[in-house]
């Protein structure tokens, strides 16, 4: 029987345990090797007929654990397990599942930007059996809404591991991409650890009305505070006046 993407959650980590980087599609042929699929149930497709049920499964599972801080991404298609997923397992020999995960802070930000309730140990079955009687376009929103929470989480996971002049360039880019500067043009002028401007954006072709930018990078539980809105203020005047 092709198991539940919360069943597949601990022995995921199991298969990583030992420290090894591993591509997700070999993770998905472990899986299967451990769960007995018949060659049946290996090559069962979605609804959709676009995936694999189980190869669906296992990609939910490692989403779910990554945004938990359980496992890591070291390159695409690849995982590996961090000290919290070291930590989890030793701490739950038997089982780990969404109630685990819930745990997490990281974990309980996608979830509500998933805007899906993650059900509490005594509701995982009940959940499931929702899930079940649920239409196929209460699903597929469902799909579509965790999808992009997940894809906006290793986003900002990504953007927070940057270097900071990387950052920097990010999101002047990003401006760019949102139109500043398109009848004058978007420079990244900062440099690592450089106090002042990151970046100049001239609104038109002569450079006269210009947008001095500085990137800062906050934590996605920290909120910014008056005295550094004030200090970076500060030192744009410094720059411009």
Do not use: C
């Amino acid at each position: 029987m092709i198991p539940d993407f919360q069943s597949l959650m601990r022995p995921l980590l199991e298969a990583v345990s030992d420290g090894s980087v591993r591509r997700t599609r070999d993770l998905v042929t472990a899986m299967s090797d451990r769960f007995g699929l018949t060659d049946e149930e290996r090559e069962a497709l979605l609804p959709s007929g676009r995936q694999r049920r189980m190869d669906n499964r296992v990609t939910w599972a490692i989403s779910h654990l990554f945004q938990a801080g359980l496992l890591e991404r070291p390159a695409r298609g690849h995982i590996a397990i961090s000290d919290t997923g070291r930590q989890v397992l030793a701490a739950h020999p038997e089982r780990v599942d969404m109630a685990v995960l819930q745990r997490f802070p990281s974990y309980r930000d996608f979830r509500s930007r998933s805007s899906v309730r993650s059900p509490a140990a005594d509701d995982v079955i009940e959940a499931e059996i929702v899930v079940d009687a649920a239409s196929p376009q209460d699903l597929l929103s469902q799909a579509v809404t965790e999808n992009r929470a997940a894809l906006e989480g290793e986003l900002l996971k990504r953007a927070l591991s940057l270097s900071p002049t990387d950052f920097e360039r990010l999101v002047v880019r990003l401006l760019e991409r949102m139109g500043y500067g398109r009848s004058g043009g978007v420079e990244h002028s900062g440099r690592s650890g450089d106090a002042g401007i990151d970046g100049i954006i001239s609104q038109d072709p002569l450079g006269l009305d210009r947008i001095y930018l500085q990137a800062k990078r906050y934590a996605p539980d920290q909120s910014v505070q008056r005295p550094a809105i004030q200090g970076i203020r500060g030192r744009l005047d410094g720059r411009t006046g």
